[in-house]
């Protein structure tokens, strides 16, 4: 499959404008235009890049031409919000708080970030660019109504109390915004695609059948699924494999969800969905095989280990357990999580990079029979949920406030960014208990 390029997002000519933003004078406003041309043209890789730059005033640096990617400042002071601290999540928050936008090919915003990471800026240029910044006005303007608040989660780290704390800051979102981006099925992980121009639908379906196949089920064997979300992976396999199936998940509005689509389908009976931690359960040795999709980026490090011993346990022998799950490329743990997504996408979520993965499961009893990346379908999965945020933007709205529906416009296009490069993998691992 050849990956997706970028995610292109098509309504910049109809931009949202910002539900708050703060008042200035003309004359403030005109000279903070002056400073933020002057600072821009000291910026190489912006002046060069394929983004441009559209004012509050309606100039647009550095010169009408067209480009890829257009990044909006929606007032006098939004460099300086979005540059004043110096860091990632800071730069998020300015977006989250609406001082800047961007549309079209995010492929080239995130390009242009990656050129201005690696430009090379000696003492005295960071001072020059610090004292230009620093004539911009601050802001004082209030939080967007609906703000979404960083998650703030109390206990031990991956207790199980605050394993449920951290997943419903995530999960326990409206379920209509979810269906608004997600597939028919509503799965919520990477898709296999067939071929480049290949539905999202049709990709997911492929990869639960995929599990499957993978795990080779049978009818009228018992099988779990780790982190089951809306139900997506189990109703498949019981409707198509006939199999009895069993789903977990430590939301409640999402089991909800999971039973009511597992009645629609008639499968009463055959499959069921229950708010449990996989660490409750004591069903010793009594599954044929084991799905967990996704759910391992919300496991921690340090609980890999019980993790698969408890999934071992579990298993009959010679059961099968195959684990899919976001990897990193780096051990560097500074790099390996960024603040906005602990903050305000995935608190207490921790990615590894496979080798640890792999150590882990073989230390529990495992034997790995085969390891497949998929990085390159994330690419386009993310892509999908990028364009369906774009396309739902107003009707998302009913259900999540602006700060939300940008939380997760942003974490989908970093994260397509991020498999796109590399520095994200995407893993399934094929384990059997011999």
Not at 9 to 21: I, K, L, M, R, W
Request: hydrophobic share 40%; charged share 25%.
């Amino acid at each position: 499959m050849t990956p997706a390029a970028s995610s292109t997002v098509t309504n910049s000519s109809s931009a949202p404008e910002p539900s708050t933003v703060p008042r200035f004078s003309p004359q403030v406003s005109a000279q903070a235009a002056r400073t933020t041309w002057t600072l821009l043209d000291a910026l190489t890789p912006i002046k060069t890049g394929q983004c441009s730059i559209r004012l509050w005033d309606g100039s647009v640096f550095p010169d009408d031409a067209p480009r890829p990617c257009t990044i909006t400042l929606h007032h006098p002071g939004s460099m300086r919000a979005m540059f004043e601290r110096q860091d990632a999540l800071n730069l998020a928050e300015a977006y989250l708080s609406e001082h800047f936008t961007f549309e079209g090919d995010l492929a080239a915003l995130f390009d242009l970030s990656e050129e201005m990471a690696q430009w090379p800026m000696s003492p005295l240029k960071k001072a020059h660019l610090a004292t230009l910044l620093f004539r911009l006005p601050r802001v004082h303007a209030a939080r967007p109504r609906r703000w979404r608040e960083r998650a703030h989660l109390s206990g031990r780290p991956h207790s199980i109390e605050r394993d449920k704390a951290a997943v419903a800051y995530h999960y326990n979102v409206a379920t209509e915004f979810y269906k608004a981006f997600l597939d028919k099925n509503m799965v919520y992980s990477c898709g296999l695609f067939a071929h480049a121009d290949e539905s999202l639908d049709d990709a997911q379906i492929r990869k639960l059948d995929d599990v499957c196949r993978q795990l080779n089920l049978q009818p009228g064997q018992k099988v779990l699924d780790v982190g089951c979300g809306w139900g997506g992976w189990m109703i498949h396999a019981a409707k198509n494999y006939g199999v009895q199936a069993t789903g977990i998940t430590l939301s409640g509005p999402q089991a909800e969800e999971a039973n009511r689509r597992i009645k629609a389908a008639g499968l009463e009976g055959k499959c069921r969905a229950i708010v449990a931690d996989y660490r409750e359960l004591t069903d010793w040795e009594s599954f044929d095989a084991i799905a967990s999709i996704e759910m391992f980026e919300h496991v921690g490090r340090e609980m890999l280990v019980t993790y698969f011993t408890q999934a071992l346990k579990l298993l009959k022998k010679g059961g099968l357990f195959l684990n899919q799950g976001t990897t990193v490329e780096t051990d560097d743990a500074r790099r390996r999580y960024p603040a906005f997504i602990k903050q305000y996408v995935f608190p207490d979520g921790e990615v590894v990079p496979i080798h640890v993965s792999i150590r882990a499961s073989e230390e529990s009893g495992f034997e790995v029979l085969n390891v497949r990346s998929i990085r390159e379908h994330y690419v386009k999965t993310c892509n999908h949920w990028v364009k369906n945020l774009e396309l739902s933007h107003e009707k998302s709205l009913e259900y999540v406030g602006e700060p939300t529906w940008r939380v997760w416009r942003l974490y989908t296009a970093v994260s397509e960014h991020g498999f796109r490069v590399g520095r994200l993998n995407c893993y399934q691992t094929l384990m059997r208990k011999n």
